[in-house]
Structures are given as structure tokens and as C-alpha cells.
């Protein structure tokens, strides 16, 4: 994925970043994957699962984890 934020945390995976520093955490995408974001990018990446699991049926919903409950990533 492109940086072209110029507040872009080096260890997170979006690039909706409000600061170069902070924590990030592990949110699983299914299986064994997950995506590490800071918390700006949980928060788009919660409302995006959100908005979309209006249209798409309950056992195809994603999972809405609260941050509280991920997993902090240490690099």
C-alpha cells in the first residue's frame, strides 16, 4: 500500500494514521491473518465493518472486536 500520509505509523498496515508514533494492535481478518493498525486506523477499519454488514447476511458479518480486546503488536 502506498504511504502518502505524511503521518503514516511505520507499523501499521492503513494509512488513515493521525501520528507517526503510537501503539498497534492485531485485528484478525480470518484464519491466521490479521491486520496491524493504530488506533485512527482500527476506527476507520471498525466502521467500515460496520456499514458493510448491513447489507451482507448474519454468518457472513464480520467480527466488530473492541480495540480493549486486541492483541498490542510489538515489532
Known sequence: MPKNNPFQNPNCDNNKC???????RLLPIGGDG??????SCY?????????????????????LPAWEDLQVYLS
Open 34 to 39: 490479521n491486520l496491524i493498525l493504530c488506533f
Open 18 to 24: 493521525i501520528s507517526p508514533k503510537g501503539e498497534v
Open 43 to 63: 476506527n476507520y477499519e471498525i466502521n467500515y465493518r460496520k456499514d458493510r454488514n448491513k447489507s451482507l447476511s448474519k454468518e457472513n458479518q464480520y467480527k
